[in-house]
């Protein structure tokens, strides 16, 4: 889970994942995809708040910097896609 914390910035990298409030990452050496396994792992091993993958990419889209849309719906639903595309990596 490391790699994701490394992208957060300064103040949220130490936060429990149950304290989310608002995410922002640093994507300038990193990549997209990692972020989203990652998240999908806490997610598959019960770490995070959120009971659906939905939820999940509503609070992202919410309150993150993940993705870039500007529309709500569009950047929700590029979030879920990507978080269930890394599914199949962690399982």
Do not use: G
Not at 15 to 34: G, I, Q, S, Y
Not at 56 to 79: G, K, P, Q, V
């Amino acid at each position: 889970m490391e790699s994701w914390r490394d992208m957060m910035c300064e103040e949220l990298q130490w936060l429990p994942v149950e304290e989310w409030e608002h995410l922002t990452f640093d994507f300038k050496n990193h990549k997209k995809h990692d972020v989203y396994r990652e998240l999908m792992r806490a997610f598959n091993k019960k770490w995070t708040r959120f009971r659906s993958v939905k939820e999940m990419a509503r609070f992202l889209a919410n309150y993150s910097n993940i993705a870039e849309n500007e529309d709500f719906d569009i950047r929700t639903e590029t979030i879920r896609h990507n978080l269930n595309r890394q599914m199949k990596y962690i399982t």
